[in-house]
């Protein structure tokens, strides 16, 4: 039985607003004939998602105003001498708090920007490996609306504490694999983007915990009874050890990490985890 011939579809390219005809023996092009946009990219549909979220609906907005108005106050006692008498508190605590709260101001805004700008930013890495396989770890971004200049990379770094003479212990890092995703791209409005990078699970040879640093992280606790920001420390002190999985997300001159911890282990004559 002789099969039918398949019949061509005129369609418009959404990119640049050609007319593309038929292809070759009646099958319809796959990619556009003037901008070389593929079909199936302009034909994909937008997922349904809500609208965007205005600035008032994101959380970190309004804490960027709290803290831009804990600056303005920092600022106006510094600026009035008697109500610094008044308020009993050092001008160098002053200076440091409206530093502080600007800081804290800046990080909530540009956070709220990015809010606004994805719906969805994911990265999915494996609980666990064994030396020497391959592993993918997984990025999804899921914008709002269309971006342009979106770089991404993925990277497996190697966080691990050496010991110090001087200082007891010191915490250290190293790249072990990196690769450049994307670089100054575009990423369409309302449809995810998925980036995968596979990794070789390296060998645990590095020290991932050390008795020193948890003895350290105490005493920070201790002292973060009084002030609060050392719990900071001590957390980032407990937490620094291990194989990590960085997406390193920039839209512009915005930047953001994600982290996602992977547990390595070799099973030979002994058993190594790292």
Request: glycine share 10%; proline share 4%.
């Amino acid at each position: 039985m002789a099969a039918a011939a398949p019949t061509g579809v005129a369609w418009e390219c959404a990119a640049c607003g050609h007319h593309n005809g038929r292809g070759r023996e009646g099958i319809s092009a796959l990619v556009c004939e003037a901008c070389g946009v593929a079909k199936r990219y302009v034909g994909d549909p937008a997922l349904d998602l809500p609208s965007a979220p205005t600035s008032s609906e994101v959380p970190s907005f309004w804490y960027g105003v709290g803290w831009l108005l804990a600056a303005a106050v920092g600022g106006a006692l510094l600026l009035a001498p008697t109500l610094l008498d008044l308020s009993g508190m050092g001008r160098n605590f002053l200076l440091i708090e409206v530093g502080a709260s600007l800081y804290a101001a800046a990080s909530s805004f540009l956070n709220a920007i990015w809010e606004r700008w994805f719906n969805q930013v994911e990265l999915v890495v494996p609980a666990n490996a064994a030396t020497g396989k391959q592993f993918t770890a997984t990025l999804t971004l899921v914008p709002y609306r269309a971006l342009g200049r979106v770089s991404v990379r993925l990277k497996l770094i190697d966080r691990f504490y050496e010991r110090d003479g001087k200082s007891g212990v010191k915490t250290l890092s190293r790249v072990l694999a990196s690769y450049t995703m994307l670089g100054s791209g575009d990423l369409r409005a309302r449809r995810a983007a998925s980036f995968e990078a596979g990794f070789i699970t390296p060998f645990p040879a590095t020290k991932h915990t050390d008795v020193m640093a948890e003895m350290t992280a105490d005493v920070l606790d201790v002292v973060a009874r009084f002030v609060p920001a050392v719990g900071w420390n001590a957390d980032n002190l407990r937490q620094h050890g291990g194989y990590i999985v960085e997406a390193e997300m920039r839209v512009g001159i915005i930047r953001r990490r994600l982290h996602k911890r992977l547990l390595a282990y070799h099973l030979g004559e002994q058993i190594y985890v790292g």
